[in-house]
């Protein structure tokens, strides 16, 4: 009893205990101060424009476009550039025929000489994007199944390199022994241009041997199951006779340095 008195005398009138901090207020204030900061980052990241909408990726390949325009004139302008050159130091230089046919048989090993003779062109394009299967138990096709890659270009030249072709070119540029054949996406980067389906790849050549290279490659007869189950493109037209131009572009090589 003396102590819940004493306890009861202590409290004076008008007095309250301390005020304390719920954690779930301060969990709230977290949230609200967290929100703003996120607010804050989008609007200074917009600036003014919609984040949400791919308008920057379209503007991106709009600037590729341009690029690869811009490239395939400079090869020409360089490629008219290189002839004039070509002419003038040949007709100065004073070699014997012998000479000029040493360097005539060296362009052409380089590609970098024009070709002409026999050949043939395969033609290889995507499947429509609503394909569906054509042949029964086979799955339906994935997004992937229905778009031309970069090894079913690689595999369509190196067998008709295999075939004993004398020159190639893809699209409208020549192949030399550093060529390179890439794909981004659905698209074709080819030296420093850019291409969409179908792709177009001719050879010179004996057209019996480039065909039975092209028959025999098993990377090339994988394919042709896609062809036959979703309709990818397919066609080998053959000539009695077509030119392929010499390469245009630059030949020095760029490789890495070590730092020091």
């Known amino acids: 009893m003396s102590n819940s008195a004493v306890s009861t005398s202590d409290a004076t009138p008008g007095h309250r205990p301390p005020r304390r901090f719920r954690p779930v207020r301060l969990l ?4 609200f101060a967290l929100a703003g900061l ?11 424009t919609d984040i949400r909408t791919d308008a920057s990726m379209l503007r991106l390949s709009d600037l590729i476009q341009e690029r690869s325009k811009g490239n395939g004139e400079l090869e020409r ?3 008219a550039l290189r002839s004039e050159v070509d002419s003038l130091a040949g007709r100065d230089s004073g070699a014997d025929t012998a000479e000029a046919r040493r360097l005539a048989a060296l362009g052409d090993a380089a590609g970098t000489r024009e070709i002409g003779g026999t050949g043939l062109t395969v033609t290889l394009t995507d499947a429509p994007p609503n394909a569906t299967a054509k042949i029964p138990g086979v799955p339906q096709p994935q997004p992937n199944d229905l778009v031309i890659h970069q090894q079913d270009l690689q595999a369509v030249v190196n067998a008709l390199w295999q075939g004993g072709a004398q020159g190639i070119k893809v699209m409208d540029q020549r192949l030399i022994s550093t060529s390179a054949v890439r794909c981004v996406g659905n698209t074709l980067i080819l030296q420093g241009r850019v291409y969409s389906p179908p792709y177009k790849i001719t050879a010179v050549g004996d057209r019996g041997r480039l065909r039975k290279a092209l028959d025999t490659s098993p990377t090339i007869q994988n394919y042709q199951q896609y062809v036959a189950a979703y309709g990818l493109g397919w066609k080998v037209d053959q000539h009695d006779k077509v030119t392929l131009p010499g390469y245009t572009g630059a030949v020095d090589l760029h490789y890495a340095k070590p730092a020091r």
């Open 28 to 31: 709230t204030a977290a949230v």
């Open 38 to 48: 996120i607010f804050w980052m989008s609007f200074n990241t917009a600036k003014g």
């Open 77 to 79: 302008s360089a490629a």
